[in-house]
């Protein structure tokens, strides 16, 4: 392989700190960049120019405003900058993000977990990057196998040559979470996500570095840098894991590994594995045999890979109810009641004097309240059947079949007010971040338990969030106070509507 000085693949320097103080006088120690002028360009015009070469270069410029990830090379712009390009061009540059966790497994410092940069920010001849000291110290503190270990970030390249793709790219300023997995175990690994995973959330994107094969001839590189691309799109940890070992228990010459980067590769997949709305599209493949710099006969694989979230629902978003479909449904459920405890029937509904929303699947509560007191309430949670026939049949077993009452009797049906609240679909949520009391409501799953709690409980109740959620682990699920933590969390939106506000109309 040629050596260009500022453009070889693996390059180790000497790098240092500078300190400067930041607010209230504290000192920074700021991350001197390593690698620039072996990596990529060392200063400022020729890095900038080299970016935008990379980027128009780039075949598809469509963006996605749900990426929730990439993963990205590594190696010297010249082998790898363009396939790194093709992913961070995904990504909109006018979109705002809270933090970036930028994850690399180290080259040279062996862990028992990770190391995060928690002493000030990184530079890059484009400037300084700002690090989530905070955040960083904070994690640091809370968990055992993540410290901070300088000699893991001293002269690491694989975040480094991230932050001026980040730079050259954004927009708007973010701050990085700069993290060095230096542990080779998997279980240490499953626990680093499971600490990451509250992050995981549509304000922040991780961005994984790694480059994939090494050293293998150029023919088994695209054979095998292909298997392992497939177990990455796979969307699932332990296929990827499985394939890697696999991979390298053939003795292929020339292959030291197949994912340089496999732990870092492996924590995003615990997390994203676990979530059904997450999609992972491939997006370029080229190894540093394509480069003019490069031979066939040793090679590193690069690939570029997406995780997105599949976009909200959009029926779920763009659900509502006329103020007549809001009556007719008032009706149903009354006259349901009246005719099961005339002549034990439900009243016949013609279809085709409906509306298509009252035709959707939704699910709903129907409460009853006698003098402003509760008289019964039962709902269903599950959208299987259209909403008119589940407010039927909810009104009606409201009415006799809530055993913490006695039944309704016709006689006093007349001094009976109805309330209907229908179910917006379910939105699955990765962070208690993403749940807004008292607008949402919550349905907490794991195995076969299940429990909810209505947004409007929130108003009486007058609990903080924690509260809400472990009252409905605890006493609606059956899970334990903390069992929300590893539960599956659904939020949702309650459609709530009376008879009081329309008595005259309705009635």
């Not at 209230?24 to 400022?44: E, T, W």
């Not at 809270?98 to 400037?127: C, E, M, W």
């Not at 050293?215 to 940890?237: I, L, M, Q």
């Not at 020339?254 to 676990?274: K, N, Q, R």
Request: glycine share 6%; hydrophobic share 35%; with cysteine.
């Amino acid at each position: 392989m040629k050596f260009i000085p500022y453009l070889i693949l693996f390059f180790i320097c000497f790098s240092g700190t500078l300190c400067v103080y930041g607010q209230a006088g504290q000192k920074k120690h700021v991350r001197q960049p390593a690698v620039a002028g072996s990596f990529y360009p060392g200063n400022m015009q020729d890095l900038s120019t080299q970016l935008n070469h990379l980027f128009s270069q780039v075949d598809d410029k469509t963006v996605d405003d749900n990426i929730a990830a990439i993963i990205v090379p590594h190696a010297g712009y010249v082998f790898s900058g363009e396939v790194a390009a093709s992913a961070y061009a995904k990504i909109n540059p006018n979109k705002s993000f809270s933090k970036v966790f930028v994850i690399g497994t180290s080259h040279r410092t062996i862990l028992n977990g990770a190391s995060i940069y928690n002493k000030g920010d990184y530079k890059t001849p484009l400037g300084i990057v700002e690090v989530d000291t905070e955040l960083a110290n904070r994690l640091i503190q809370e968990n055992r196998i993540i410290k901070y270990v300088p000699t893991a970030h001293e002269t690491e390249h694989s975040l480094e040559v991230q932050l001026p793709f980040l730079q050259h790219r954004l927009k708007k300023p973010f701050r990085i979470v700069p993290i060095i997995i230096g542990t080779r175990s998997a279980e240490n690994c499953k626990k680093l996500a499971e600490i990451l995973k509250p992050h995981f959330i549509p304000d922040n994107l991780f961005v994984i570095s790694s480059d994939f094969s090494h050293y293998p001839s150029y023919n088994d590189a695209v054979k095998y840098d292909s298997e392992t691309g497939s177990a990455v799109k796979s969307n699932s940890s332990s296929e990827f894991l499985k394939t890697i070992i696999s991979t390298e228990k053939k003795n292929i010459p020339g292959l030291s590994t197949s994912c340089c980067g496999w732990s870092s590769v492996f924590t995003l997949l615990e997390i994203t594995s676990a979530q059904k709305n997450i999609q992972v599209q491939h997006i370029k493949y080229l190894n540093s045999g394509d480069s003019p710099y490069g031979d066939k006969v040793n090679v590193v694989g690069y690939h570029s890979f997406i995780f997105t979230r599949a976009k909200e629902n959009q029926a779920a978003k763009d659900f509502f109810l006329t103020p007549e479909d809001k009556k007719i449904l008032l009706k149903i459920a009354r006259k349901s009641i009246e005719n099961t405890l005339e002549n034990n029937s439900l009243s016949k509904i013609d279809e085709n004097t409906l509306s298509e929303n009252l035709k959707k699947k939704c699910g709903a509560f129907v409460t009853l309240n006698k003098n402003d007191h509760l008289r019964g309430c039962i709902g269903r949670f599950m959208p299987d059947e259209p909403l008119y026939k589940v407010v039927q049949k909810m009104a009606v077993a409201a009415a006799i079949h809530d055993t913490r009452f006695s039944p309704v009797v016709k006689d006093e049906l007349k001094s009976i007010e109805i309330e209907i609240s229908v179910i917006t679909p379910l939105k699955q949520i990765y962070s208690i971040d993403e749940f807004k009391l008292g607008e949402h409501g919550i349905y907490i799953a794991k195995g076969n338990r299940n429990g909810t709690y209505l947004p409007k409980v929130a108003e009486s109740t007058k609990w903080s969030k924690e509260e809400f959620l472990g009252h409905c682990a605890r006493d609606k699920a059956g899970i334990g106070w903390n069992g929300w933590k590893e539960a599956n969390l659904y939020t949702y939106e309650a459609l709530v509507f009376d008879e009081k506000e329309q008595l005259s109309e309705v009635r």
